[in-house]
């Protein structure tokens, strides 16, 4: 176990991945995997060395990721900043996000909307930056991955029904005046999985390839030997290349990761529980890392379903070496 030196005690995350909707036909299941990965890898002594409790993250999932949820777990975010004067917040969200055509309005689509009544139910652009903005923390970084691929949830086929019965609204990645109002403020860091209608895509069953390319960047794919913590500007550093290279190998399609650091860089998370890169770097540590990876999918895959809070995901780490 590493000391509490080691930890990143001043790191505060809340995780949403919508995964099942109230509406079945919007659910996105990968969405889940994707936060229970980030999770794991958060709270893993031997990686992020985030506190594992209540206390540090918040983690909402399928039936757990209502509009009132996630509005209750940034107003807990903003009493952590409150108490803790050096606290870095990290906010992942992992659902639909669309685009009314008539008013240009931006909405992330929580578990709890209501088909017929889409605008109103969900968690407009206005609401989720209004409660951003009361969080008073110095360092914060926000991911937004809302523009999901076709298939990623049902077939190809069902998707084309889906644009049909939601014809008045367009899948898009957050505008960029949705973006600067969310860096409002000092040290406000925002990255999307994509920019306009390009789609965020799957690697495999296990997570979409922007996730896959986050928990590579938080083991150090984006820094240099010698280096024991993870800034936000080597996370954007490796997606910003990974994820377009992966996209055109595995889909042959375009999806560029986008980033707004006009915040400032700060640290977001340990390096391999502060020990930090060896002398040759994110290659010596590459295979392992891989496995980690491995490790913490094979495991959501055996368990993930039954995984929606925090209490459930504890004890399940990527720390492991997988054999």
């Not at 390319?213 to 080597?234: C, I, M, W, Y």
Request: glycine residues 8%; negative net charge; contains cysteine.
């Amino acid at each position: 176990m590493s000391d509490n030196s080691s930890k990143f005690n001043n790191g505060y995350a809340l995780l949403v991945g919508v995964g099942e909707s109230a509406y079945s036909k919007l659910s996105l299941p990968v969405t889940v995997k994707d936060t229970q990965a980030i999770y794991a890898a958060l709270i893993d002594p031997e990686l992020c060395g985030y506190p594992d409790d209540k206390e540090h993250i918040r983690v909402l999932n399928n039936r757990e990721a209502t509009q009132a949820a996630i509005l209750d777990g940034l107003n807990w975010l903003k009493e952590k900043a409150k108490s803790d004067p050096k606290a870095t917040i990290f906010i992942y969200y992992s659902g639909h996000g669309w685009v009314d055509k008539d008013t240009q309005k931006y909405y992330l689509l929580q578990h709890d909307i209501k088909p017929t009544k889409l605008a109103k139910s969900a968690l407009s652009a206005e609401t989720f930056t209004s409660e951003l903005r009361q969080i008073e923390a110095e360092q914060l970084l926000v991911v937004i991955d809302s523009c999901h691929a076709a298939g990623m949830a049902t077939s190809k086929e069902a998707d084309l029904e889906l644009e049909e019965e939601f014809d008045d609204f367009i899948r898009v990645a957050p505008s960029k005046g949705f973006i600067d109002e969310l860096k409002k403020g000092k040290g406000r860091i925002v990255f999307t999985s994509s920019e306009g209608e390009q789609k965020s895509y799957i690697k495999d069953n296990s997570c979409s390839i922007y996730t896959y390319h986050f928990l590579e960047a938080l083991q150090g794919a984006g820094n240099k030997p010698g280096d024991t913590d993870v800034r936000v500007s080597n996370i954007m550093n490796h997606l910003g290349k990974a994820v377009s290279e992966t996209a055109r190998q595995l889909c042959n399609v375009e999806q560029n990761p986008q980033f707004d650091m006009t915040g400032g860089d700060f640290i977001i998370a340990k390096l391999w529980g502060g020990k930090g890169l060896p002398s040759k770097g994110w290659d010596e540590v590459k295979p392992e890392a891989t496995q980690k990876i491995n490790k913490i999918a094979d495991v959501i895959n055996q368990h993930g379903k039954f995984i929606t809070n925090i209490n459930e995901a504890r004890g399940i780490h990527i720390g492991d070496v997988y054999n």
